[in-house]
């Protein structure tokens, strides 16, 4: 396990090198070097998942897809270490790691918000389970709160808008009073009042 993920951390410093591929290296994938080295942090994960080396390896795995820029997948993986791992030294990068990418996964106030919800849900739990780091941390921490809270509040001003132009009234004063009444911070809730 140790030898293998080795080489798969080692795949992943040389891809970040170089994107041509090594057709004359016969220690290495001749294409694709990246998505060979998370292939095998995924086969660590599953062949030994309560090895030594299994949060390790779900870490740098988390960290190759957001290399990759796939903020989903990273975030599902960041977000397993974190349940599966409770144990593990890594706890507190994955929290953060899984909260940058939902952030960033959130396409915005016409799509799904379930990245937007679990990003608050997360944000709590780092707040609640991390009090030293999260000190350290505060500045961010309070940037990304305030992002959260905007965008939902943006998002729910946006649904009342939806059903006002419908003439669903009622529905939309419901989304309009929730905007007023939760976010009383964001400019929304003066927009409403």
């Known amino acids: 396990e140790q030898r293998r993920y080795a080489i798969a951390v080692y795949w992943l410093q040389v891809s970040e090198n170089s994107k041509v591929p ?7 994938p001749k294409t694709n070097l990246a998505g060979e080295a998370r292939r095998v942090l ?10 030594k080396l299994a949060d390790d390896a779900t870490l740098a795995l988390g960290k190759a897809f957001m290399q ?6 990273a975030a599902d993986t960041f977000e397993d270490l974190r349940r599966n791992y409770p144990g593990s030294k890594h706890q507190f990068d994955a929290h953060m ?3 940058e990418c939902r952030l960033i996964g959130y396409q915005g106030k016409s799509y799904d ?8 849900d997360l944000m709590k739990q780092i707040v609640r389970q991390f009090p030293k780091q999260s000190e350290a941390q505060i500045e961010y921490l309070e940037k990304q709160a305030s992002l959260i ?5 943006e998002r729910d001003y946006s649904m009342g808008q939806y ?27 003066e927009t409403v009042q």
Do not use: C, M, W
């Not at 090594?22 to 290495?28: C, G, Q, V």
């Not at 995924?42 to 090895?51: E, K, L, M, N, S």
């Not at 918000?113 to 608050?120: E, V, W």
């Not at 059903?163 to 809730?189: P, S």
């Open 22 to 28: 090594s057709l004359t290296d016969p220690k290495r």
């Open 42 to 51: 995924h086969r660590i994960r599953i062949d030994d998942p309560t090895g």
């Open 68 to 73: 990759a820029k796939r903020h989903y997948e």
């Open 97 to 99: 790691l899984e909260l």
């Open 113 to 120: 918000d379930t990245p937007l919800r679990k990003a608050d």
């Open 149 to 153: 809270q905007n965008q939902i509040a």
């Open 163 to 189: 059903f006002e132009n419908r003439g669903e009234n009622l529905a939309a004063k419901i989304y309009y009073e929730k905007v007023a009444n939760q976010f009383r911070d964001t400019k929304l809730a």
